[in-house]
Structures are given as structure tokens and as C-alpha cells.
């Protein structure tokens, strides 16, 4: 056969080459490609590296040597590929990825674009994307030189008229051929590997760099590594060939390429065909042998490149003995094909899967950011939905209606009305049991609501309150109350000083037990210090003191309550505002912004709680309360019952006049006493009196109003009108997104 009849031959071959993949399936690749999604999800690729890809991305891997040797071949075999004049020796197509897409159509034409690598910039990946020739009839002689030197300054490598230091970039050259002659064909070249710098043009960390571009494009375990190697070389000497085996360990991946068969030194044959055969170095996709054009079928534009190599393979022993499948850039191309189908076929559902889950992922990270809050609406309806759900919930929880919301669950924080109503409880109990500073003579109880009078001194010790519920105790860190008469102190708090956040309450108080020593004696001796000229009664400014000294323990009492329920009031606020708000950064500027003025709603409680003890303790003793009068007739007749003597006819059945128990009375008391029994009963009637009324109003005024359900406490700041008032630096401040969050969106919304 002659050169004639060779092109012949190959000319038929070409015409009756048919793509065996799906061409819809190879779009769908090539656009996943073009859309990034390569950089999260496995496409298939059959690679060629120093650059590739071909549907399951063509990896052609260029071996370089410590010489820089450029005569692998590589180049060659990629334009005998794709038919396409890539400049020799300019330098320009090493320097960044490129991907050659091939598809059917009617119309010829050819367009050539920039895909931006995942770590560019949005202005500089804008800018690369808007970049493209489109409508070229042809690549040929400077058309692809010139458009490869614009392509080289687009990405900003080092040239001689640029001051860029950078020799390599992650971006990727798409070129589309289109027409019909033309089979679904997708190859991707990336830059060869190479072992020793160039002066002006790479560094030590350009090894490394281009090392892990090619690394990474054969980690794919979705891509066919396309190993190109010189026959006339030792192959046991070549680090492609390790690199793919690390990267391809079960070997199933990687299809050996041998060139330059015609400069086999005579005997060296037999270890080419060995190789070839799988009798050495064997790989599971085998071994193709090509010949590339020399130096004087280059200069020959006449040349037909596939007429000459298939010439070579008929004429010329031993490669004339070997498979037909196997020798040739044409039937390389067939067994690209053929690869490529099966790769598409088998692959095409797991990606498919992969990527749903990679999206899912995605946007799943992307509801986790919340709404976008780049302007000044956007912030402001974000802020909006807090404050409208903190307000929801916040009535939920005053009406104890903690079935409403699931945010109630395991949150025992935000149980508000249950704690605040235990604590309530709590002061009144510490008021009855520990508010006097020294018990009355023969006392009722004090916190009973019966009139009936009662003999038992011991009555005066009030019930112990019940304990709060063990989960508020956990919850609220109570002090347990010790109903043991041996307690000799208590503390006005039921939390420490440390969950005070304002430190409105400073300092370590303890209340002393009440006294059990007579009353009546100190009554008097505080009476004999202080008497006038009246006769038969006391001045009334006595009564005034006697009570400021009664009642000397409400305002540690009241304090410590007003500073617990404060307390309660700021843990629910805080636990609500990290319950549905989980940006930190969001959550740390509403708690800057919010602090000052809920420190002012804190301290009006306060002030209205010592106001309270002012108007009780400072000022004249007052009520207009019948039970005064009662309780005061009880104490009288308590006393008189007291004081009777014994008689000879108690416990019979005549009848004893009670005038014969007064006489003796009066007839044994001095006018002192008298006076001093007075100013006793008096003062516990008004004590009792006195007690509810100031627990009542303390629970009201100071917690319920200022705190819990008044029109401006701290609990009903957070809301909607707080946000529309809230000036556009604040609200940036509060609701604008971190630089790492806008960043983070930005790229979830690209992928997805």
C-alpha cells in the first residue's frame, strides 16, 4: 500500500467514526463543567495531562524532564485529537487548563470563552466571563495565536510588557467546534509537570503549583488519566507514571500513550511490543502507540498527518504486527470514544445523585444564614420577624401557655409566669416568717386569714412556703427553705450575685431570725425614752418609730425579690433572644443595643419597689382597712384572756360575770402598761394589716407593672416599633451580615 492509498484509507475512517455516547448526556457534562460543578462533584472525565478531558475528561499527562525536554509528544497528540494548530514553542497553551469541546450540528462555527477558577474574585470572574469570541469560522495560523495572547493577559500571567508574577492560573480556555462532520468529543489539557525552573518565567513554588493542578485533576475518581510517554525512553523512569498509580491505584483508570515509535533504537522493539500487549506494565485500559509528524512533515503544509502515520503502522515492522485497535492517533481516538460511553453510561446516575446532595447540602446551608441582609430593608425585615416572634412567644409565656410554641420544650428559662408566681409566693412567705424583728405577745398567726385569735405564741411562725417544683429549683438555682426552728439566718436571694448581670442588688445580706425575747419589754423601754405628758394614751410618733423598727427587714426582703424577679426577667430575655435568633453576630448586636435600656427598666422596678418602702416604712402608719379594727379587738381580747385570773367556779355550770376578771385587771396594772398593752395590740393589728397590703403592692408595682406586663417593661422593649426607630447605622450594626457570611452566601448561591 502506498501513501496514496493510506489517505484513502483514513479519510473513510474519519467519515464512518461514530460518537458511541449519548451526544445529550456529553452536553449535560460539558455544561456541569462550565457551571463549576467539577469543583464539588466527580464528573467523568478522560484527561490528558499536561492537559484534559474528553466527556469523562481526557488527562493527557506530559512527562518533562529534568532537562525540559519538551518532546513527549504531548502536543502533538492532542492536535492529532482535535485537529487544532495549537502554537509550538510560544508557551502560551502551558499555562492554564483548556478545555476543546467537539458536537454535531449544521452550522460550522467555533467559539472560544474563559471559565473563572472557584477562587477568583466576583469582579474578576465577571470580568473573564464576559470575555468570548464567538461566530470564528476557523483557528488557523495567528486567528489562535492572537486570541491566546489575549486570553494569557485576561488572566494576568507574567509576560514581558506585564509586571505579574503570576506564570500559572486555575482558570480554564474553553474552545467549542461546532459543525457537522464533527463527534461529541470533550477533551481537557492542563499544564505538564516539570522538575527545574526558567529564569523569568517559573519559580520553585510554580513546581508545586502546577504538580497539584495536575494532582487534583487526576484525583477525579471519575477520570481516565491519558499517560503519554516517549517509546524510545525508559518508562520505569517516568514520575506521570507514579503520579497516576497514587492517584489510580487499582490501575483501572489510566490509558498508556506511546510515542515517537520511528526512534526506537533497533533491538529496543520487543519491550514497546511488550507493553503494548500487557506483558509488562500492564494497565487495565492498555496501551495505544502513535507517530507524530517530525520537523519536516511540520514545515509541509501539504502533509495529511493521519495518511502519513497510518502509512508508518502498515509498512514498517514490527509495528506492522501490532493490533490495528491499538496503533494510531484515529484509533486512539475510537478507544477514547468507546471509553467515554462507558464511563457516561455507568456514571451519569451517580452524579446526578451526588449532585442532588451536594444542592441539597447547599441550600440546606444556605436557609441555615437566614434571608439576605445586604440593604437596609432586608435588615430591617429580618429584625422585624425577631422582634414579632419574640413578642409572641413572650405572651405565651406570661400566660403560661407553654404548649403553644415547641421553644418551650426543655427550655426552662422561659417559663416566666411559673417562676415569677413561685417567687412571688416565696417573698410573701419571707415577709410572715422573717419580716418582724421580734415576734408579738401571744400572737395569731400572722399569715393566717382568720380573725379567730389564738393562744400559741408558736402560731406566729408562719407555714413554710411550698418548695418551688425540682425543676425550677434546678432551673433557678432556689435556696432551699429550712423550716427548722435552728435557722438562724436568710438570705433575701434566691440567686447569687453573679447571675445579677447589672449588679442592681451588690453585696451579701443576711436576715437574722426574729427575736423570741418578750416583746412587751422592748415596747417599753423604748416607750419610757420616749413618753410626753399624755395621759392615758402615747404620741403617735411613737407608734411611728416602733414600726420603722418592726419592719427594718422589708427592704433587704423586697430588694433581694425586685432583684430576683429582675434576674428571671433578664435569663428569660437573653434565652429567648439566642432561642430564634441563631446568628451570633445578630444575637451579640441586639444585646449591645438592648442592655442600656433594659438596665433602665430595671432599675425603675427598683426605684418603685424603695418608693413602696418609703411611703410604708417613712412615712405615718395608715389604712382605712376594717380588718385594722378587727384584728385589733382580737388582740385586745387575746390579751384580756391572757391576763384573767383563776376563779372557783370556771369550768362549772353557773354563770361567772367577767366584771370580777377587769377589776382585778385594772386593779394590777399601772397606767404604764396599760399604755404600753395598747401601743402592743395597735402596732400587730397595723403590722398585719400593713404586711399584706406591702407584699401585694410590692408584687404589683414593682414586678408585675414595671417588670412583666406594664406597657413599657423590659420584656415588651424588643419589638416591632423598637426596630422601625432603630437608625440605619444601628441596624447595620445589628442585622448587617459579617464579611465570612456575605462571602459564604455568595458562594452557596453560585453553586446552587
Not at 468570548?132 to 494569557?152: A, C, M, P, R, T
Not at 442588688?505 to 419610757?528: A, C, H
Request: a neutral charge.
Amino acid at each position: 500500500m502506498n501513501a496514496n492509498e493510506a489517505v484513502a484509507m483514513a479519510d473513510t475512517d474519519k467519515a464512518t467514526n461514530i460518537s458511541l455516547a449519548d451526544p445529550a448526556l456529553l452536553e449535560k457534562i460539558d455544561k456541569l463543567f462550565e457551571l463549576n460543578i467539577g469543583e464539588d462533584v466527580a464528573l467523568p472525565q478522560v484527561r490528558l495531562c499536561r492537559r484534559g478531558s474528553i466527556k469523562a475528561s481526557l488527562i493527557q499527562l506530559k512527562a518533562h524532564y529534568d532537562n525540559n525536554d519538551m518532546s513527549s509528544g504531548k502536543s502533538s497528540v492532542l492536535e492529532g485529537l482535535t485537529n487544532l494548530p495549537f502554537p509550538r514553542g510560544s508557551g502560551l497553551c502551558t499555562r492554564f487548563a483548556t478545555q476543546i469541546i467537539f458536537q454535531r450540528s449544521q452550522q460550522q462555527k467555533i467559539k472560544v470563552s474563559i471559565i473563572p477558577a472557584a477562587n477568583c474574585t466576583t469582579d474578576q470572574a465577571d470580568r473573564l466571563r464576559e470575555w468570548n469570541k464567538d461566530g470564528l469560522q476557523s483557528l488557523e495560523g495567528e486567528i489562535f495565536y492572537e486570541i491566546l495572547e489575549e486570553v494569557h493577559t485576561l488572566m494576568g500571567l507574567k509576560s514581558p510588557d506585564s509586571n505579574s508574577k503570576k506564570s500559572f492560573s486555575d482558570d480554564v480556555l474553553k474552545i467549542e467546534i461546532c459543525g457537522p462532520d464533527q463527534e461529541h468529543l470533550s477533551v481537557i489539557d492542563v499544564p505538564g509537570i516539570f522538575k527545574k525552573t526558567t529564569e523569568g518565567l517559573t519559580t520553585k513554588s510554580d513546581i508545586g503549583m502546577v504538580k497539584n493542578m495536575v494532582s487534583n485533576y487526576m484525583r477525579n475518581p471519575r477520570a481516565v488519566i491519558l499517560s503519554v510517554i516517549p517509546a524510545n525512553v525508559d518508562i520505569a523512569t517516568q514520575e506521570i507514571l507514579e503520579m497516576a498509580a497514587e492517584c489510580d491505584t487499582e490501575g483501572g483508570r489510566t490509558l498508556g500513550v506511546l510515542t515517537k515509535p520511528d526512534l526506537v533504537d533497533a533491538g529496543a522493539e520487543q519491550h514497546v511490543l511488550d507493553l503494548i500487549e500487557g506483558k509488562s506494565h500492564k494497565l487495565k485500559l492498555g496501551w495505544c502507540i502513535v507517530r507524530n509528524r517530525g520537523q519536516k512533515e511540520l514545515l509541509e503544509s501539504s502533509s495529511n498527518r493521519h495518511a502519513v502515520e497510518q502509512f508508518f503502522f502498515m509498512s514498517q515492522n514490527p509495528w506492522a504486527k501490532v493490533d490495528k485497535d491499538r496503533v494510531g492517533v484515529e484509533a486512539l481516538r475510537r478507544r477514547l470514544t468507546e471509553i467515554l460511553a462507558a464511563i457516561v453510561r455507568r456514571e451519569f446516575g451517580k452524579v446526578k445523585d451526588d449532585i442532588n446532595k451536594k444542592l441539597r447540602s447547599c441550600k440546606q446551608q444556605l436557609e441555615a444564614l437566614g434571608p439576605s441582609r445586604e440593604t437596609r430593608d432586608q435588615q430591617q425585615k429580618f429584625i422585624l420577624e425577631l422582634a414579632t416572634r419574640f413578642q409572641t412567644i413572650t405572651s405565651l409565656a406570661i400566660g403560661a401557655n407553654y404548649g403553644g410554641d415547641e421553644i418551650f420544650e426543655g427550655q426552662l428559662d422561659l417559663r416566666l409566669a411559673t417562676a415569677i408566681v413561685n417567687r412571688n409566693e416565696r417573698f410573701a412567705s419571707d415577709v410572715s416568717r422573717w419580716g418582724h424583728t421580734i415576734y408579738f405577745d401571744g400572737a395569731e398567726e400572722l399569715s393566717s386569714p382568720a380573725p379567730e385569735p389564738t393562744t400559741s405564741r408558736e402560731a406566729s411562725i408562719p407555714v413554710a412556703p411550698a418548695p418551688f417544683p425540682e425543676y425550677l429549683d434546678q432551673a433557678y438555682e432556689v435556696s432551699k427553705i429550712d423550716v427548722s426552728k435552728s435557722q438562724e439566718f436568710l438570705s433575701p436571694r434566691c440567686f447569687t450575685d453573679e447571675d445579677c448581670i447589672f449588679e442592681l442588688f451588690p453585696g451579701s445580706v443576711k436576715i437574722k431570725k426574729p427575736s423570741r425575747e418578750p416583746i412587751l419589754p422592748w415596747i417599753t423601754d423604748i416607750y419610757n425614752t420616749s413618753r410626753g405628758f399624755e395621759l392615758g394614751t402615747f404620741n403617735a410618733s411613737l407608734l411611728t418609730l416602733l414600726w420603722k423598727k418592726q419592719s427594718a427587714k422589708w427592704d433587704d426582703l423586697a430588694l433581694g425579690y425586685i432583684s430576683d424577679v429582675i434576674t428571671i426577667i433578664n435569663r428569660y430575655t437573653f434565652a429567648l433572644l439566642q432561642g430564634i435568633c441563631g446568628d451570633e453576630r445578630v444575637l451579640n448586636g441586639l444585646i449591645s443595643v438592648l442592655t442600656e435600656d433594659l438596665e433602665t427598666r430595671y432599675r425603675k422596678a427598683i426605684d418603685q419597689v424603695k418608693f413602696i418602702l418609703c411611703v410604708e416604712r417613712a412615712c405615718t402608719p395608715l389604712t382605712v382597712n376594717h380588718y385594722f379594727a378587727v384584728n385589733l379587738e382580737n388582740s385586745r381580747q387575746l390579751a384580756q384572756s391572757t391576763t384573767m385570773p383563776a376563779h372557783p367556779h370556771i369550768g362549772s355550770s353557773r354563770l361567772v360575770e367577767t366584771k370580777d376578771f377587769s377589776r382585778s385587771k385594772a386593779a394590777n396594772a399601772s397606767n404604764a402598761k396599760h399604755t404600753v398593752q395598747d401601743i402592743h395590740d395597735i402596732l400587730k393589728a397595723y403590722y398585719k394589716v400593713a404586711r399584706k397590703r406591702f407584699v401585694d403592692v410590692v408584687c404589683m408595682q414593682g414586678a408585675d407593672y414595671h417588670l412583666v406586663s406594664g406597657p413599657d417593661t423590659s420584656i415588651r422593649f424588643f419589638s416591632p416599633r423598637f426596630v422601625t426607630e432603630l437608625k440605619p447605622d444601628a441596624l447595620e450594626m445589628i442585622a448587617g451580615e459579617s464579611v465570612s457570611t456575605r462571602k459564604k452566601r455568595a458562594e452557596l448561591v453560585r453553586k446552587i
